[in-house]
DNA sequence: CATGAGGATGGGT
DNA sequence: ACCCATCCTCATG
């Protein structure tokens, strides 16, 4: 019996799913927490609020996996009820599950792999978010400022409702003391949520720490997660070209905002005009950004040659001149 | 009414 | 000098 091919597994928590997040957030059981981060026991219950695609895609691996689960979960998001949808998890003769007993090493195999990729793929994405916000992976370094620039991504990411003033003037780290209560309180809804999101966040820096103190890589190559060699490190600041290219690589993420339709081409549209505006009116603190803006900043990409619309113009689609 | 092309101006680096 | 951000006019569907 074969392992899970981790690349056909990478390719189905990305791709079939595009449209991730947004919206739902999904209790995560505390024994299912403790079989997905046995490596982690002190990492804090955020993890049992993780309203992440992840989350979402090994709520449905770990019933597979098992047998079937009391779990309680509105069934409404579930993306994947039936079989046919799930073409990794059943591909013949690749039993990622294979339902029967004596199989529990190579269950437990699939679990620590899957274990290993969603930690993977966090720390991915707050890599990215560090890149397109130009702040520290780290909350406890944050300024005020860069709190507030976090606070309004994630609230604009998520689509959660506006925390409006309810952390203003706080730093990094005094945002880091403050209680799920504190942030119950402190917004009108959604606080647990905005707690969750940050409780990854810690505990993915506190991950980092533990890593490089131990010069462990088990879970990023050093290239992956280290590197000081892109745009967010330079100190320059980031082009709305290089923004916009940030977004285009996480579609899990960003890709009801804005996806690739060609991306060999460079082919891309803007899904959701105002929200990309907004996103990038966060990253460049120019809260009135909108699209009509950002549009004219693209079109001033015509004559250089970093951007064109495509052959056959269609509204909201622009071309990389240059596709990687 | 949202989009699109492009001129003008001014700010920040 | 460069990269927008802002504002504006006119055109298009």
Redesign the pocket.
């Known amino acids: 019996m074969s392992s899970p091919d981790p690349e056909a597994l990478r390719h189905h928590l990305y791709m079939e799913f595009p449209g991730f997040p947004h919206s739902h957030v999904s209790p995560w059981p505390a024994e299912e927490h403790a079989k997905f981060f046995p490596s982690f026991p002190s990492m804090p219950e955020y993890l049992s609020r993780f309203d992440m695609l992840l989350a979402e895609d090994t709520a449905w691996l770990v019933r597979k996996m098992e047998a079937p689960t009391p779990l309680t979960r509105d069934e409404q998001m579930t993306h994947c009820k039936d079989a046919g949808q799930c073409p990794v998890i059943d591909s013949p003769g690749r039993g990622l599950c294979p339902g029967m007993n004596g199989q529990v090493e190579v269950e437990d195999r699939c679990l620590e792999q899957v274990h290993t990729l969603v930690l993977e793929e966090v720390l991915k994405d707050i890599e990215t978010a560090c890149k397109l916000l130009n702040i520290t992976p780290d909350p406890a370094e944050w300024t005020s400022g860069q709190v507030q620039k976090w606070l309004l991504w994630t609230e604009h990411l998520y689509r959660l409702p506006p925390v409006g003033r309810a952390f203003q003037d706080l730093s990094g780290s005094e945002l880091c003391m403050l209680s799920e209560d504190d942030f119950r309180q402190r917004t009108s809804q959604c606080g647990d949520v905005l707690h969750a999101h940050l409780d990854i966040w810690k505990s993915a820096a506190w991950m980092k720490e533990r890593c490089s103190s131990e010069s462990n890589h088990t879970f990023l190559g050093a290239d992956e997660v280290c590197t000081e060699a892109d745009s967010s490190c330079t100190g320059q ?7 916009l290219r940030e977004l285009l690589l996480k579609p899990h993420n960003y890709g009801r905002s804005i996806r690739w339709l060609n991306k060999e081409k460079g082919i891309f549209k ?1 899904e959701d ?2 929200h990309v505006a907004k996103l ?2 966060i ?2 603190n ?19 040659g ?1 951007i064109k ?1 495509p052959d056959v ?6 071309q990389f001149v240059h596709p990687v």
């Open positions: 600041p980031i082009h709305l070209w290089q923004f803007i005009s105002a990038w009116g990253r460049k120019r809260p009135a950004m909108n699209y009509d803006k950002l549009s004219r900043s693209i079109r001033q990409y015509y004559k250089k970093i619309k113009s269609q509204r909201l689609v622009y």
